[in-house]
Each structure stands twice: as C-alpha cells, then as structure tokens.
C-alpha cells in the first residue's frame, strides 16, 4: 500500500475509533488541498516580504498581525474566521502597495489570483504563540541561527512522529543584505554561513535544508518596474566617483539626492548589488531582475520549495495526517489505541519517502562525498528530479515497463554493491542504502 492509502486508511479508522475528536475530521480535507506551507519566525524576520517574494506580488501587508492564508482565487477576495463564529466576507481594496482589509479577529484568508498559489497556499503566521499544526511544511525565519534562534524548530520537534520524519521544514536565514554591514558581498557571505549551518548536526536534525536570504531584494526583484530599472541603470551609467561615495552610507545616499523611494524598496545593500550587476552587463530589466532574484538566495529556495515540498506533496500531506493521529492518540492507552499506535509505527517505518527526502537534501552535505555521476544518480533515484518513475530512471523517451524493469536492477544492483561495503564511509553505505531502498520500491510499482 502507499504511503498516502496507508496514512488515509489508518486515519478513517482513528476517525472511527473517535467520533468526537473534531481535529481529525479536518484532516480529510486537506487532502483534497494544494500543500500548506507556513511562513514563520519574529516579527520583522521577512515574513510579509518573503510571501511577496513568493507570490511574486505585493499581496502581503508589511507588519504582523493575524494569520493571514494566501489561496488561489479568480479575483481578490478576503474572508474572515473570527473564533467561534461564522466566516464572513470582507471587504477588500487593492491598492499599489497590496489588498487592504479592515482588521480581524483570528484567521484572515486572502484569495489571490496566481499561479504559484495553485500549488501552495501560504500562511503569513504571526510571531509567538501561532499553532503550525495547520501546516503541512513550514519555511522558518531568523537572521541569525544561534541555539536561541532555533528553539521554535525544535519545539515543532516534540513528538515522535515530528522527530522522525525531520521533513518539512526549511530554515531561512533572513535578511542576508544585512550581514558584515551590509557590503556588496553579505549575499556571498551569508551563502557560506547557510552551508556552515547546514554541515552542523545539530541544526541538521531540525530541518530539511538551509538557505539565505535577501527577503527584501528578492521581492524587489520579482516586481522590479521599468522606472526602477531605468532609475538604476541611471545610477550605474554615472562616473563612479559620484554614486560610490553617495552608496556607502543611507546618510549619504540621500544627502546626494539620489532617490528614496528606490532605498525603500531594495535596502542600501540591495541598490549597490543592482547597481554593480548594471554596470556589469545586465542591461535589461529582465536580466538584472534574474541576477537579483538569483544573488539574494530566491531562485534557489524556490528551487527547494518546488521540488522538496510541492513535489512531494503527498509525502507530507501523509506526515500531517500521521502527526494528527498521533496527536489524537496521545495519552489515550486502550487495545484500540494500542493497536492504531502500532500501525502507526509500521507506516513511517515503512514509508521509503521520508528517508529519500532527508537523503536528496543531505547528498551535497555528505562528509565523503560520492563521485558526481553516482551522486546524481543517488539524487535522481531518491526522486530529487521527480518522483514519477521515468524522471527517477532518468528516462527521457517512452520507455515499456520491461525496459524500465531493466534500468531499475541494474541500478539497485549497483547500489546493492555500495550498501553492502563498496563505500568505506558509514554515511556513503547508509546513503547507498536507501537508495536501494528506492529501487525496491520502484520495482515494487512496476510490478515485479
Ligand atoms: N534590509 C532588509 N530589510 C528587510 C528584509 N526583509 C524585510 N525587511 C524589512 O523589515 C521590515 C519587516 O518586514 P516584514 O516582512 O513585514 O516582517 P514580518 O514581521 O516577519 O512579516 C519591513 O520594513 C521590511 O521592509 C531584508 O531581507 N532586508
Ligand atoms: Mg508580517
């Protein structure tokens, strides 16, 4: 059975056990639904900026109020869920700098005409005290990743289930322009702190990957306008003598008289990178915008949100509905209980999906790495590319069931070799393990 039939199933039946636990019943639905991922942190982390980032829109006000649920919708729309009472509608304004309600008490949800919102629906949580059990990832926001920082990742780690499958969630090291006081090269910077975290085994036991980010530029770069760009490529044109100075301090930038509004959009850190990537041939809007997008850390955490959470959707929309029932069943011990529980236990240890997940993230960060070929391989096999079986095969033509019967032993043999001792390194063996372990189950959907 599949991970999603499984965790479904055993969900029907907790549901059966206990009518009156409501939390489950919701829990049916959101299958149904696009992937939840939670933005999360302070407020003042980026939270706001990072979901506009995302939508590539100003949807998202700046500050931090309520939960605000970004979904698709056919046209801007707002409506509330006040606690313990009916939703109602409310009305909305758009306005150049994003929709406009009134306030609300309790959850807020924004329908949003957009593509990226088809796949996920965003939650802006506000900071302190918001549940994530609503969510199926969550995006977590900090500047900076000292133990204090990390303790909300930790707390979404107090169950069995959570510690198991360490799955869903990203850390994002927010406002990278801001790091070594904002020179033009804090975005290289924080890219070398984000792998420094990344090697620690503590912060790796607390989430799936971690990134850096200039939330600010990022969003900036996804609605860059023409006068901005032209503005820009104003600045980049003018003798260096002249912008230099006038870019190394805010004092100065607007003592010069060079436009405020552009600082207020893009940071100090933000108009130097675009101005240096202006002067170095990126001369359209399109391209600078890219190379913006590209150098604050967007392009790559998109990158991880399409395939390490949207394409594997299912995963984690079975590891919410495992969360919930263990939830359910906590403290809760009678022979119905008990038998649920270990059904339980068996799927996740069971589901090859949350292994492949963890091993796809790690590959790169591996002590001893894999020669590239094989390491690509390992990626491709765990579903890094796709989780189909052509795009696990690396099948670029149709190929029959018998010929990708034929790819996957060869592969699992291979792999079966490194697992069994090929590698002299625990974690390369370990690695090569689950690997096999994604051959067998390819295998297993093709029938064999
Ligand atoms: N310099 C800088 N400022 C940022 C960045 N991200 C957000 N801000 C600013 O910090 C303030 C709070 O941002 P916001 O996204 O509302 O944070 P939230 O409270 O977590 O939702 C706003 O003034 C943003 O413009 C960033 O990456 N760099
Ligand atoms: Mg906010």
Redesign the pocket.
């Known amino acids: 059975m599949s991970l999603a039939s499984a965790a479904q199933a055993l969900l029907d039946d907790t549901v059966a056990a206990y009518p009156q636990v409501t939390s489950l019943r919701h829990q049916r639905h959101r299958w149904t639904e696009p992937l939840r991922v939670a933005v999360a942190?302070?407020?003042?982390?980026?939270?706001?900026?990072?979901v506009n980032a995302l939508v590539g829109d100003k949807v998202a006000p700046?500050?931090?109020g309520c939960t605000v649920w970004y979904q698709d919708g056919t046209s801007p729309r707002a409506t509330a869920y006040p606690p313990d009472l009916d939703p109602y509608e409310l009305p909305l304004t758009v306005t150049p700098d994003g929709p406009r309600t009134g306030q609300v008490d309790g959850d807020l949800v924004i329908h949003w005409p957009s593509r990226v919102l088809r796949q996920m629906t965003l939650l802006?949580t506000p900071?302190g005290g918001a549940t994530l059990d609503d969510a199926d990832a969550v995006l977590h926001?900090t500047p900076a990743a000292r133990p204090a920082d990390l303790a909300p990742l930790r707390d979404l780690q107090s169950s069995a289930v959570a510690r198991a499958t360490p799955v869903a969630t990203v850390l994002v090291l927010?406002?990278?322009?801001?790091i070594n006081g904002g020179r033009t090269d804090a975005f290289v910077t924080a890219r070398q702190i984000a792998r420094r975290h990344a090697r620690d085994p503590a912060v790796r036991d607390l989430c799936l990957r971690v990134h850096p980010?200039?939330?600010?530029?990022a969003a900036t770069a996804r609605t860059l306008t023409d006068v901005e760009f032209e503005t820009l490529a104003h600045l980049a044109a003018l003798p260096r003598t002249d912008t230099d100075g006038a870019l190394l301090s805010t004092d100065r930038y607007l003592a010069a008289g060079l436009p405020a509004e552009l600082l207020h959009r893009l940071?100090l850190p933000g108009v130097r990178l675009a101005v240096v990537l202006a002067r170095t041939g990126h001369d359209t809007r399109l391209t600078l915008a890219g190379e913006l997008a590209r150098r604050s850390g967007l392009t790559e955490l998109r990158d991880t949100i399409a395939h390490s959470l949207v394409a594997r959707t299912e995963a984690l929309k079975a590891r919410a509905t495992l969360l919930a029932v263990e939830s359910a069943l906590d403290g809760q011990w009678t022979p119905k209980t008990d038998a649920l529980r270990v059904r339980l236990g068996r799927i996740l240890a069971e589901a090859t999906e949350f292994r492949e997940m963890r091993l796809v993230a790690t590959l790169p960060e591996l002590p001893v790495r894999f020669p590239a070929e094989l390491e690509a391989e390992a990626h491709r096999l765990a579903g890094g590319d796709g989780t189909d079986i052509p795009a696990r095969l690396g099948l670029d033509e149709p190929t029959d069931a018998p010929g990708m019967r034929r790819h996957c032993d060869e592969a699992l043999l291979r792999w079966q070799v490194l697992a069994e001792g090929g590698v002299a390194d625990r974690r390369q063996r370990r690695a090569a393990t689950i690997v096999v372990e994604s051959c067998a189950a390819i295998l297993d959907r093709l029938g064999v």
Do not use: F, M
């Open positions: 942190g302070r407020a003042g982390s980026g939270k706001s900026t990072l700046i500050g931090d802006d900071s926001l927010s406002r990278a322009d801001e980010l200039g939330g600010l530029a940071g």
